[in-house]
């Protein structure tokens, strides 16, 4: 789905503030080497990754959301008071009832804001980003915060060592008002989002949901985790991936050259490599943290996106270009000048 047909004027939209959060607990593959049968080498060979960060017991989706929020509404340089919209993207919520944004609004004290959650996996920033894009370009919102979080910690299996070396806790933060329309001032210039709900069973917390209700034996045979087919995703993930992030530079008849920095879905360094292949980008111009974070779902590409605008490798003016892929499957990129 792109914005392609614009049946009206649509107000320019610009990103103004980033910002970011992780636990401070690191899981290094070492410790990992002693709860399951793995090594950091098969870790670091087949994915990239060398540490995730946990969140503490007590430390919620809604917490970590906040701290990103914080940090990204300084960055903006504007009041809480400002927002009139939040979304949340996540898949681990405080509570099924009531949104996860609900919980960041009364944190930050953003009491002129509505607030709604949604759910798109690895691809929630950027559906959020999307949402907000259509909101702000239609003038139905002023300044809108989009927050990917994610506490995966708590719906992985960790007895499932083809999973629980994949995944950590963090979240990130975008804050997005009217922009200039000016050439070389920050806009968000193309957006894309997609899914194929044929592919439910590849990527899928089954259990604990209407189709499946939580009971005893469920919760004993761990149906409450996450369940992967790793090899399916893959191959999936690098071809949607690269048509996301094609038909956007299509559209906008942007080239690779154009591009300053790619901030794929930190999910696995062979992905990354095989799309941004694809792409004709090449490694230098290619942002990844993975190894630091693992696979942190939506909040991966949101917090990728902050440590990349904030370091020296992309100046103002330049075009970031974020491509994600997720459960669903979803799929999302969106082209962004800083
Ligand atoms: N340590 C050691 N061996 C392992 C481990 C491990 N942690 N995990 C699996 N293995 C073994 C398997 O059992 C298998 O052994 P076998 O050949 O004896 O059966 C062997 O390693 C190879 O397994 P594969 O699954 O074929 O390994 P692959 O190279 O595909 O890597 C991986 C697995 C890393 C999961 C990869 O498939 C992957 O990254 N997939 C995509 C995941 C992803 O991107 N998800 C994104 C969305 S996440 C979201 O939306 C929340």
Same mark, same amino acid.
């Given at each position: 789905m792109?914005?392609?047909?614009?049946?009206?004027?649509?107000?320019?939209? #610009?990103?103004?503030?980033?910002?970011?959060?992780?636990?401070?607990?690191?899981?290094?593959?070492?410790?990992?080497?002693?709860?399951?049968?793995?090594? %950091?080498?098969w870790i670091l060979a087949r994915t990239g990754i060398e540490e995730r960060r946990i969140a503490a017991a007590d430390e919620t989706t809604s917490d970590m959301a906040t701290s990103a929020a914080k940090a990204a509404i300084e960055n903006a340089g504007i009041t809480p008071e400002d927002i009139d919209l939040i979304i949340v993207a996540t898949i681990t919520p405080d509570t099924y009832t009531p949104a996860? +944004?609900?919980?960041?609004? $009364?944190?930050?004290? #953003?009491? %002129?804001? $509505? #607030?709604?959650?949604? +759910?798109?996996?690895?691809?929630g920033f950027l559906f959020g980003i999307k949402t907000a894009v259509q909101y702000i370009g239609c003038g139905q919102a002023k300044t809108v915060l989009v927050i990917a979080s994610e506490k995966l910690s708590h719906i992985v299996n960790w007895e499932d060592r083809s999973t629980c070396v994949l995944f950590g806790d963090g979240s990130g933060a975008a804050v997005l008002q009217v922009g200039t329309g000016l050439d070389e001032d920050p806009a968000v210039l193309a957006t894309d989002i997609g899914s194929d709900g044929?592919?439910?069973?590849?990527?899928?917390?089954?259990?604990?949901?209407? #189709?499946?209700?939580t009971t005893e034996v469920n919760i004993h045979e761990k149906l409450y985790?996450? $369940?992967? =087919?790793? %090899?399916?995703?893959? =191959?999936h993930a690098v071809q949607h991936m690269r048509d996301s992030a094609l038909s956007l530079m299509e559209r906008t008849g942007l080239t690779a050259d154009d591009i300053a920095l790619v901030v794929p879905h930190q999910a696995n360094l062979r992905i990354i490599n095989a799309v941004t292949q694809r792409l004709g980008i090449p490694p230098e111009k290619v942002f990844i943290n993975l190894q630091k974070y693992g696979n942190t779902s939506g909040a991966a590409v949101a917090i990728a996106f902050d440590e990349a605008r904030r370091s020296d490798r992309v100046k103002k003016g330049d075009i970031i270009l974020l491509v994600a892929f997720g459960a669903g499957l979803t799929w999302s990129s969106a082209a962004i000048r800083i």
């Amino acid at each position: 789905m792109n914005d392609l047909t614009q049946p009206f004027k649509r107000l320019p939209v #610009a990103v103004i503030g980033t910002g970011s959060y992780v636990p401070e607990r690191r899981l290094t593959n070492s410790d990992l080497e002693k709860m399951v049968n793995t090594s %950091n080498e098969w870790i670091l060979a087949r994915t990239g990754i060398e540490e995730r960060r946990i969140a503490a017991a007590d430390e919620t989706t809604s917490d970590m959301a906040t701290s990103a929020a914080k940090a990204a509404i300084e960055n903006a340089g504007i009041t809480p008071e400002d927002i009139d919209l939040i979304i949340v993207a996540t898949i681990t919520p405080d509570t099924y009832t009531p949104a996860t +944004s609900c919980y960041v609004q $009364a944190k930050i004290g #953003a009491v %002129n804001a $509505a #607030a709604f959650d949604i +759910s798109a996996a690895c691809s929630g920033f950027l559906f959020g980003i999307k949402t907000a894009v259509q909101y702000i370009g239609c003038g139905q919102a002023k300044t809108v915060l989009v927050i990917a979080s994610e506490k995966l910690s708590h719906i992985v299996n960790w007895e499932d060592r083809s999973t629980c070396v994949l995944f950590g806790d963090g979240s990130g933060a975008a804050v997005l008002q009217v922009g200039t329309g000016l050439d070389e001032d920050p806009a968000v210039l193309a957006t894309d989002i997609g899914s194929d709900g044929k592919l439910t069973d590849l990527l899928i917390v089954p259990g604990g949901g209407t #189709a499946m209700p939580t009971t005893e034996v469920n919760i004993h045979e761990k149906l409450y985790t996450l $369940a992967m =087919r790793g %090899n399916e995703v893959f =191959r999936h993930a690098v071809q949607h991936m690269r048509d996301s992030a094609l038909s956007l530079m299509e559209r906008t008849g942007l080239t690779a050259d154009d591009i300053a920095l790619v901030v794929p879905h930190q999910a696995n360094l062979r992905i990354i490599n095989a799309v941004t292949q694809r792409l004709g980008i090449p490694p230098e111009k290619v942002f990844i943290n993975l190894q630091k974070y693992g696979n942190t779902s939506g909040a991966a590409v949101a917090i990728a996106f902050d440590e990349a605008r904030r370091s020296d490798r992309v100046k103002k003016g330049d075009i970031i270009l974020l491509v994600a892929f997720g459960a669903g499957l979803t799929w999302s990129s969106a082209a962004i000048r800083i």
